[in-house]
């Protein structure tokens, strides 16, 4: 139980355009949806928290304009990376927290690499 | 602010041999604490957890941790490396119980088991 999929799990865009990303918990409900972002050999970075149904809350520095997310259901949350930019390549993860497994624990996806050229 | 540090970038260790990832904390409160392994390319794994109750926490594959609050510390340690055990580990403190709040990462600890 308490699975979390990411899709895709890579892709390569051109500068300029916008790329989605989508977060969804497979067998549990996810009230609190986590997106972060990893740089080669560094840590996570946490980017914002979103809960089902309520705007995205972003860390400070965090563009929300530019890091659209939605988290429009209870098994799904979507990250839009808009007008991707070379410096926006990175790996990208998700985590879920909600109605499975272990209640104090966050459920990680197995990440997004996106490479922008 | 709530926040971990991993002293080491990189553990090497023999196969058979028992190995130790070292953690630190710094809470105001009582500290939520957290171990996740990740390997090349992938998301993160959950290991084991610190909440409350016994200072030795058991989790995956074999791996324990100890609880110290005397020496701030939460090291991750087994008893016994395998060189599957090789990966980025990570460890991490929340600043409350409930899973609703983000978890702030240590910068991680490479782990490379040799044959």
């Known amino acids: 139980g308490a699975v979390v999929s990411q899709h895709p799990s890579w892709v390569i865009c051109k500068s300029g355009t916008s790329v989605k990303i989508e977060c969804r918990s497979l067998?549990?409900?996810?009230?609190?949806m986590f997106w972060y972002r990893q740089f080669p050999k560094q840590s996570l970075m946490l980017m914002a928290t979103s809960n089902e149904g309520s705007k995205a809350t972003y860390e400070q520095g965090v563009e929300k304009d530019k890091f659209l997310i939605n988290h429009a259901s209870l098994t799904l949350s979507t990250l839009t990376v808009t007008s991707a930019h070379p410096e926006d390549s990175s790996f990208y993860i998700c985590s879920a927290t909600g109605t499975s497994g272990s209640p104090d624990t966050q459920y990680f996806g197995p990440g997004t690499r996106l490479t922008v050229l | 602010a709530q926040s971990v540090a991993q002293p080491e970038d990189q553990v090497n260790v023999a196969e058979g041999n028992p190995l130790t990832v070292k953690c630190t904390y710094s809470v105001s409160g009582n500290p939520y604490l957290f171990w996740y392994v990740q390997y090349p390319n992938r998301g993160l794994q959950f290991l084991l957890k610190?909440?409350?109750?016994?200072?030795l926490v058991k989790g995956s594959y074999g791996f324990e941790a100890e609880f110290n609050k005397s020496q701030t510390s939460f090291h991750l340690k087994k008893p016994s490396a395998l060189v599957s055990d090789s990966a980025l580990y990570f460890c991490?403190?929340?600043?409350?119980?409930?899973?609703?709040?983000?978890?702030?990462f240590g910068k991680g600890t490479s782990l490379l088991v040799t044959p």
């Open positions: 067998d549990f409900q996810a009230t609190t």
């Open positions: 991490a403190v929340r600043d409350s119980p409930n899973s609703g709040y983000a978890l702030n």
């Open positions: 610190y909440i409350t109750g016994d200072n």
